[in-house]
């Protein structure tokens, strides 16, 4: 049976790529790092929308 070199896949289309690279191309190193910007943006709306309904929530109660 034939020996399957050590490799990893692009995080973004799934190719084949040398190990220690994330990616294939810098189209796709690109497309990556808009991808985990558009997350961390999320995340961060997510925790302010959490922190605000908590705000409310105390001051409405408070009253």
């Keep these: 049976m034939e020996e399957i070199p050590d490799h990893n896949h692009c995080r973004v289309c799934g190719k084949s790529v040398p190990v220690g690279k994330k990616t294939c191309s ?30 409310l929530l105390v001051f409405a109660f408070h009253l």
């Design 26 to 55: 810098k189209e796709c190193a690109s497309k990556r790092a808009a991808a985990l910007k558009q997350k961390q943006m999320l995340t961060y709306l997510m925790y302010g929308t959490a922190f605000f309904l908590v705000l």
